[in-house]
DNA sequence: CACCTTCTGCAACCCTTGGTTGCGTATCAC
DNA sequence: GTGATACGCAACCAAGGGTTGCAGAAGGTG
């Protein structure tokens, strides 16, 4: 029936920044907060923001070399992602569905009585 | 490459107040704001102010009857909703995909090359 | 009609979060 | 050592999700 997901994981690549992040990480196979802030229309703090939330939902992990810290995708938890993006979007889509089946079959039930009113 | 989405689309069923909202109101065929807010922990007002959201961006529209305010689904915006996760859904997989086939390639290429390694 | 209930809308107010600027600090390169 | 670079922390602001409180419109019943 109703899809569980898990919420914080849900509103990790609900975020349209973030989303980008992700691509660009999985564009690039890594990147530090400097180096993707460059690529988004935001700051560099706010870029650490993100992927400090990313971090916590496990859907990027951290290296530290030097003074930079490279974070990479965590492919596994990417694919729960994306598998409850699937679940969410089934979920409705076989709602719609079988809306929609049923709206046809009133429809087809109108018709049949139109005609037994004809017989009639 | 990078899909393509309506931020405000996604953000809309970012929330998981509103996607429980969309489920209910799904499987319930309509409701008001009082009525779903009966199935949901939050009140009525926020609710009222989820409907505002999700009317804004297509996804459910209202009919006053009297004192009452009917809130429906529009069916063709939800599934674009659904097909947008998909969309993302499916740029991700085959990132992933992608990523691991080259990490096969590279594990085969370093077979291969041992082995021509040896021929030589 | 009057009264009471109920459904809605509006306003004020919190707290979290996405974003900024500013500053301090650690590392690298010369 | 000095300067540039990459990071972290703190203060601050605006928007959003949530609450309470109250006023008004529509329905039911004496």
Redesign the pocket.
């Known amino acids: 029936m109703s899809v569980t997901v898990d919420d914080d994981l849900w509103?990790a690549v609900g975020?349209p920044?973030r989303r980008r992040m992700l691509d660009l990480l999985l564009s690039e196979g890594s990147g530090?907060?400097?180096?993707l802030s460059e690529h988004l229309?935001?700051?560099?703090?706010?870029v650490?923001?993100?992927l400090v939330?990313l971090g916590r939902v496990g859907l990027v992990r951290a290296t530290t070399?030097?003074?930079?810290?490279q974070f990479r995708v965590d492919q596994a938890q990417l694919a729960r992602a994306v598998a409850q993006l699937a679940d969410v979007g089934a979920a409705w889509d076989s709602r719609l569905q079988r809306i929609k089946r049923i709206a046809e079959t009133i429809q087809r039930g109108k018709d049949t009585s139109d005609e037994t009113e004809k017989k009639q």
């Open positions: 509103s975020d920044t530090t907060a400097t180096s229309p935001v700051t560099r703090q706010a650490a923001k993100h939330v070399a030097g003074r930079e810290k």
